[in-house]
């Protein structure tokens, strides 16, 4: 290296970013074979890296970049330093344009810099006309600016002219950035010039931001969804928040509302619509009885700004007058708060269920002034006296209806593994994330390409152990295929190139799911080896002179010291037979014949009426770069054999009008689908809730890097842990957790999780010995929403099945979109999230009852106590209908650039 060492670089990888930065994003593929080329992480490979090529990130038109790429695995952000340093040496793939992006501030209370990757795309016209324009902006950029530039692409210097939202009555704040204003990639801004008179093209003056966030409501003129009312003569029309129109003669029912996506915010409307159907906590906000129980000045909470912005959306959403809302005003706060969920990427909503549950119960704690509470080991006291302790410390310092009706208590065993001393601690928490069996085997897909050019090419589901090499594919592909594991060679295909060809004792950790793996059967030489050279496929643009990449590459067997240019030009002729089209299948074995008989003493004139005398080529070999970029030396049609080596890589050089004429159109068309594509093998294997419970509670050993202290040895001691449930809450969230992650990779576990709708009897799970005296509705649970996620780790789409208390019927949710659904239809393998509800909530789901008067008197008064009884009173001398297995929940508290020039090197 050149000023800095490799491990250097690999260093400043995890540099902290400073705001105004440059950072760029680098191939992780490419970065992968940089290291194994280093030897930075192991065994160093004499195979060089080339240059960065970063096509994998980016569209056909290698300017833009791909949507949802995943940090870590699929690129790497580097500082600048580093980047110039890689380039300097190693280069970077032709034509390409580096990828940088700009350090950022986000948040307003809580901030915190970030790269931005994905800046918005912002979409804008003129009023009036269908042209809609597209320049990307950083989402801190003030709408002020925004406007200036608006106002530079639409050539207009003089008039005077503002903003509006399309189909919105949303004001906008000029001086905030996009951000704050919840624009987007989905909206479209419209810039209205004003008239001669001095009056506005559009009907409807923009109220202010106090009038907008109103939630009042109007009606629809006869008009299109995207006309608004005149107000100029009726000074008591209004404005609500909503982006819907509807105008239906008849008012929807209450909670079958969508929510508009602004942007990549389905992981929001999955969560909140889920979250949303709990009966008991929707009506307290409807009601306003959350007013009383605001806490503005919890240094934890967010001065009851997230509460209230939470309320006004679900009275717009429990209206009964909206199809669908738009929730910027909701993001806003979030992304105010919370500001890993700003911005425009999709984020995961299991993370912003688990914000909100926390976030809104700090600002409704009842609790002034927490105090100190000294937490305390069992020292071998009875259970029902330790956990009583627990929960009593914990009302000290938390109170809210979020603690009523969503929190439990676990039962923590550490055991020491020397001295065998047992320390029991009783812990709160507000969801249950649960682990999923973890299969032993793991599915490859894989091409098998044969050697008889008779056979497709066929795909085929490998399933081999998780900790395996790929010598154990190839051995299981082998008997499947019915040939010997000797002759197999497996390669990962991308971008019509070798991209590696692993090796047999290669570990399967570093495979990925997103590598195009094909499988070589390979004749062996007259020593009994399996030698090969690669071979690509070019051929010539009519437009332009060069050579570009297509179908996919091949290997071809070799024997160095006899294979000739002829040779091996009838070997690919060969290998390619399944591409050409059927009505030129025999000239494909005539030029095979004619090329053997021109090498022997035959007759070279053998015509059979469809080959002219003169010799016919569809292709030339050429010898390239390993990348297939550049002809490094031309080859002649000579004798002599071929000088072959490790790195060395032919083209078959097409020219485009011969390729079209003979080749099959799509080469993709020649592969079929082995029946074990449709099988369920490895991480696809279904598996049930109960599994996942049982796997939740199962004794485990603490990890080198998460030791537990043992009092008895005054040392750090991998304990066995053990975690049970004390008593669960009335409303229980259960989180599966699908997504993996390694340090060589990150993975889904997309599997069926076969969980109950009706009924679920958690007896079994429950240690707590006084639940013999529970009521039987309160150790059974209803399912009543489901978070679904649909993808794979580098975005996705989220929906959600819920339950309304009021149809008494399931509907499925899906941004803006809302359909009727059935109980039968919500068990699919996207659910992520799933809601219950005890069934002794279900009895008094809408009604008013004497729960939640305890909860709307004055903060910190009504501590209710830990109880084992089946009949609990509150201190207020209300009756709590919620009982012994609610009374162990508790807390979880714890400037604008267009695209090109965000993508120049500066």
């Given at each position: 290296m050149h000023g800095m060492k490799e491990q250097d670089i690999i260093n400043s990888f995890n540099e902290i970013p400073e705001e105004g930065d440059i950072w760029f994003l680098i191939s992780k593929k490419w970065v992968k074979k940089w290291k194994s080329y280093c030897g930075v992480d192991g065994e160093k490979s004499d195979d060089h890296p080339g240059p960065i090529d970063n096509s994998d990130l980016l569209e056909n038109d290698l300017k833009t970049l791909k949507p949802h790429l995943l940090d870590d695995a699929e690129y790497t952000l580097i500082p600048k330093a580093s980047w110039i340093e890689l380039v300097d040496i190693y280069g970077i793939i032709e034509h390409q344009v580096p990828i940088l992006r700009r350090v950022i501030t986000v948040g307003s209370l809580s901030k915190r810099e970030i790269i931005e990757v994905y800046p918005p795309k912002i979409s804008f016209k003129r009023h009036g006309s269908d042209e809609i324009i597209k320049r990307t902006f950083s989402r801190v950029t003030s709408v002020e600016k925004v406007h200036e530039k608006i106002r530079e692409l639409l050539k207009i210097t003089s008039s005077k002219t503002r903003l509006?939202?399309?189909?919105?009555?949303?004001?906008?704040?000029?001086?905030?950035?996009?951000?704050?204003?919840?624009?987007?990639?989905?909206?479209?801004?419209?810039?209205?010039?004003?008239?001669?008179?001095?009056?506005?093209?559009?009907?409807?003056?923009?109220?202010?931001?106090?009038?907008?966030?109103?939630?009042?409501?109007?009606?629809?003129?006869?008009?299109?969804?995207?006309?608004?009312?005149?107000?100029?003569?009726?000074?008591?029309?209004?404005?609500?928040?909503?982006?819907?129109?509807?105008?239906?003669?008849?008012?929807?029912?209450?909670?079958?509302?969508?929510?508009?996506?602004?942007?990549?915010?389905?992981?929001?409307?999955?969560?909140?619509?889920?979250?949303?159907?709990?009966?008991?906590?929707?009506?307290?906000?409807?009601?306003?009885?959350?007013?009383?129980?605001?806490?503005?000045?919890?240094?934890?909470?967010?001065?009851?700004?997230?509460?209230?912005?939470?309320?006004?959306?679900?009275?717009?959403?429990?209206?009964?007058?909206?199809?669908?809302?738009?929730?910027?005003?909701?993001?806003?706060?979030?992304?105010?708060?919370?500001?890993?969920?700003?911005?425009?990427?999709q984020h995961d909503s299991q993370e912003l269920m688990a914000f909100l549950i926390d976030g809104l119960h700090e600002d409704l704690n009842k609790i002034d002034d927490k105090p100190y509470v000294e937490l305390k080991d069992s020292n071998g006291r009875p259970d029902h006296v330790v956990a009583k302790e627990a929960w009593g410390n914990h009302l000290k310092r938390n109170v809210s209806i979020i603690v009523d009706i969503f929190h439990g208590l676990f039962k923590s065993t550490l055991v020491c593994p020397d001295c065998d001393r047992v320390s029991v601690t009783f812990d709160p928490f507000g969801y249950l994330s649960l682990p999923l069996p973890r299969c032993q085997e793991v599915s490859v897909i894989c091409h098998f390409v044969p050697k008889d050019s008779k056979k497709p090419i066929t795909k085929y589901n490998v399933s081999a152990p998780k900790d395996g090499c790929f010598n154990d594919v190839l051995t299981r592909l082998a008997s499947m295929v019915g040939c010997s594991a000797k002759c197999l060679v497996v390669t990962d295909v991308y971008n019509h190139r070798f991209y590696k060809i692993y090796k047999g004792q290669e570990r399967l950790s570093s495979y990925s799911e997103r590598d195009d793996l094909f499988v070589f059967e390979l004749e062996s030489n007259s020593n009994g080896e399996v030698e090969y050279t690669k071979v690509y496929m070019r051929q010539s643009s009519s437009k332009y002179s060069s050579h570009t990449l297509f179908g996919h590459p091949f290997l071809i067997p070799v024997e160095p010291g006899v294979t000739t240019y002829r040779k091996l030009y009838n070997s690919f002729l060969h290998a390619i037979k399944r591409y050409i089209k059927p009505e030129y299948l025999d000239q494909v074995d005539m030029l095979q014949i004619k090329d053997e008989v021109k090498q022997g003493d035959g007759d070279p004139e053998i015509n059979d009426g469809n080959i002219a005398k003169e010799e016919t080529k569809w292709f030339k070999l050429v010898t390239v770069n390993s990348w297939?970029?550049?002809?490094?030396?031309?080859?002649?049609?000579?004798?002599?054999?071929?000088?072959?080596?490790?790195?060395?890589?032919?083209?078959?050089?097409?020219?485009?009008?011969?390729?079209?004429?003979?080749?099959?159109?799509?080469?993709?068309?020649?592969?079929?689908?082995?029946?074990?594509?449709?099988?369920?093998?490895?991480?696809?294997?279904?598996?049930?809730?109960?599994?996942?419970?049982?796997?939740?509670?199962t004794e485990e050993k603490l990890g080198e890097d998460d030791p537990w202290y043992c009092p008895g040895c005054k040392e750090h001691k991998q304990a066995t842990k053990k975690i049970d449930l004390w008593s669960l809450p009335p409303f229980l969230i259960i989180h599966l957790k699908r997504f993996s992650y390694s340090r060589w990779s990150r993975n889904k576990i997309s599997g069926m999780v076969d969980f109950p709708k009706r009924d679920w009897d958690l007896s079994d799970f429950i240690i707590n010995p006084e639940k013999s005296k529970w009521d039987k509705r309160k150790l059974t649970y209803d399912l009543i929403g489901v978070s679904n996620h649909y993808g794979g780790m580098g975005g996705g789409h989220y929906t959600a099945y819920a339950y309304n208390h009021l149809t008494k019927s399931w509907h499925y949710f899906d941004d803006s979109s809302?359909?009727?659904?059935?109980?039968?239809?919500?068990?699919?393998?996207?659910?992520?999230?799933?809601?219950?509800?005890?069934?002794?909530?279900?009895?008094?789901?809408?009604?008013?009852?004497?729960?939640?008067?305890?909860?709307?008197?004055?903060?910190?008064?009504?501590?209710r106590p830990f109880s084992y009884d089946t009949e609990a009173t509150s201190s207020n001398g209300h009756h709590n209908s919620d009982g012994p297995s609610n009374s162990c929940q508790s807390s979880l508290s714890d400037d604008s650039e267009d695209e090109q020039s965000m993508m120049d090197t500066s």
């Open positions: 509006h939202i399309e189909d919105s009555v949303d004001a906008i704040k000029m001086e905030c950035s996009l951000d704050e204003n919840s624009i987007g990639s989905t909206q479209v801004l419209v810039l209205e010039e004003q008239n001669s008179d001095g009056s506005w093209p559009r009907s409807a003056v923009p109220p202010s931001y106090d009038e907008a966030t109103k939630t009042t409501t109007y009606k629809k003129e006869n008009q299109s969804t995207t006309s608004f009312m005149k107000s100029a003569s009726n000074s008591t029309s209004s404005y609500s928040t909503r982006s819907c129109y509807d105008g239906m003669a008849n008012k929807t029912k209450e909670g079958l509302c969508g929510l508009s996506n602004l942007g990549n915010t389905c992981f929001m409307s999955s969560a909140i619509q889920c979250l949303s159907n709990v009966p008991r906590l929707t009506r307290y906000f409807k009601k306003d009885e959350y007013k009383q129980d605001i806490n503005k000045d919890n240094p934890l909470g967010m001065g009851g700004r997230l509460a209230e912005a939470y309320a006004t959306l679900i009275k717009e959403m429990w209206s009964g007058h909206n199809s669908y809302v738009a929730p910027r005003d909701f993001k806003y706060n979030v992304s105010r708060f919370a500001p890993q969920f700003s911005g425009y990427q297939g970029s550049t002809v490094l030396r031309d080859l002649e049609d000579e004798d002599e054999p071929l000088k072959f080596s490790t790195d060395a890589c032919y083209s078959a050089e097409w020219d485009g009008d011969i390729c079209e004429k003979y080749a099959v159109d799509d080469w993709s068309q020649a592969v079929l689908r082995d029946s074990s594509m449709s099988e369920k093998r490895g991480k696809d294997r279904g598996m049930t809730l109960a599994q996942c419970m049982s796997l939740f509670t809302v359909s009727e659904s059935s109980e039968d239809q919500v068990q699919t393998n996207a659910a992520y999230m799933l809601m219950y509800q005890r069934q002794d909530m279900r009895d008094h789901a809408d009604g008013d009852i004497n729960f939640l008067n305890s909860l709307t008197s004055p903060r910190g008064i009504d501590h």
